[in-house]
């Protein structure tokens, strides 16, 4: 069975928002670090909007996925 590939730009915004939310959970409650890291998501994709006409909901995606799989699995 071959696993399917992501493209290096998701895989990026995937790893980013595991750390983000990791380092955020060190501080305050795991609900709080999800918010920063939907934020930070958000935020990203509004600079991609505005500097290269590019928002992408799929980037937007990848970078909250860690955030919510961690949560599930804390939870």
């Known amino acids: 069975m071959k696993l399917p ?3 290096l730009d998701k895989a990026n915004h ?3 928002g595991f750390f983000i ?3 955020s959970a060190l501080f305050i409650s795991n609900e709080l ?3 920063i890291v939907c934020l930070f998501a958000l935020g990203k994709e ?3 909007q505005i500097v290269y006409e590019g928002f992408d909901i799929f980037d937007l995606f990848f ?3 860690p955030a919510i799989i961690m949560i ?4």
Do not use: E, R, S
């Open 72 to 75: 599930i699995i804390l939870n």
């Open 46 to 48: 509004i600079k991609d």
């Open 14 to 16: 995937f790893i980013y």
């Open 5 to 7: 590939l992501v493209p």
């Open 33 to 35: 670090a999800f918010g």
């Open 21 to 23: 939310y990791t380092i």
């Open 63 to 65: 970078t909250i996925l």
